[in-house]
């Protein structure tokens, strides 16, 4: 079974921590792998992607991602996170077409 | 360019109604998305166009659901006959299938549907 897990359904920091969300996938070969944001009662929006090249990817206000081939993982982090950084975040590979799959979904919540 | 447009934000039907929820992609863009998201099952797909022709629909949802693309900037999801089990966010989403925005799909804000 091809899969995609975030192990973590809510992560809380404060405004200035360090932040990593993590994202595992069980899909073979060589697919895209992508990070979306969602704000409360918005539509996703595309953070990032990597498909091949320098496994760590920059994003959309400072986020980067870093892939890992033996650890099947493509982990999402910032350095320093901002209140307006709290919104659900969802990874999603896309095995094939133009069609992602998307994980769960990490709650981020930002304390002042 | 404006976004991804979706009509109606808000739905409310009667079980056993009819619905219709519209959606009209990015300008220029070839690929259309339909997603269902519900807190439970997270996010689903519906269906996939390419060009109009459709090119994947979500297996489960065969039976009442119904999408079509009547022209490239114009898309409909038809849900016949409504149950309550269908309460959820239907996300239209638009892609470029080539070039540097590959694999990025842009979403609309979503039509929130209540089935009573």
């Known amino acids: 079974t091809q899969t995609v897990s975030q192990s973590d359904a809510h992560v809380t920091v404060f405004e200035g921590d360090s932040v990593e969300l993590r994202c595992n996938y069980s899909?073979?070969?060589?697919?895209?792998l992508s990070w979306y944001i969602q704000h409360h009662g918005r539509g996703l929006q595309f953070l990032l992607k990597?498909?091949?090249?320098?496994?760590v990817v920059q994003g959309v206000n400072g986020f980067e991602a870093e892939f890992s081939k033996s650890d099947s993982s493509f982990h999402l982090r910032k350095a320093s996170v901002h209140w307006s950084d709290s919104a659900v975040y969802f990874c999603a590979p896309m095995p094939n077409y133009n069609v992602l799959y998307f994980g769960s979904g990490t709650k981020l919540t930002v304390e002042p | 360019d404006a976004g991804v447009t979706q009509t109606p934000r808000h739905e409310v039907a009667e079980k056993g109604q009819t619905i219709i929820l519209k959606c009209e992609p990015v300008s220029g863009h070839n690929d259309l998305f339909w997603y269902r998201q519900t807190k439970i099952q997270g996010l689903e797909l519906l269906s996939y166009?390419?060009?109009?022709?459709?090119?994947?629909d979500g297996g489960a949802f065969k039976d009442r659901f119904k999408a079509e693309m009547l022209n490239s900037s114009f898309s409909t999801l038809k849900i016949q006959p409504t149950e309550p089990k269908d309460s959820a966010v239907y996300l239209c989403?638009?892609?470029?299938?080539?070039?540097?925005?590959?694999?990025?799909?842009?979403f609309g804000p979503g039509t929130r549907l209540t089935v009573l």
């Open positions: 899909y073979g070969g060589s697919i895209y």
């Open positions: 989403a638009s892609s470029f299938p080539g070039g540097v925005n590959y694999a990025e799909q842009f």
């Open positions: 166009f390419r060009s109009k022709s459709l090119m994947e």
């Open positions: 990597y498909y091949s090249g320098n496994p």
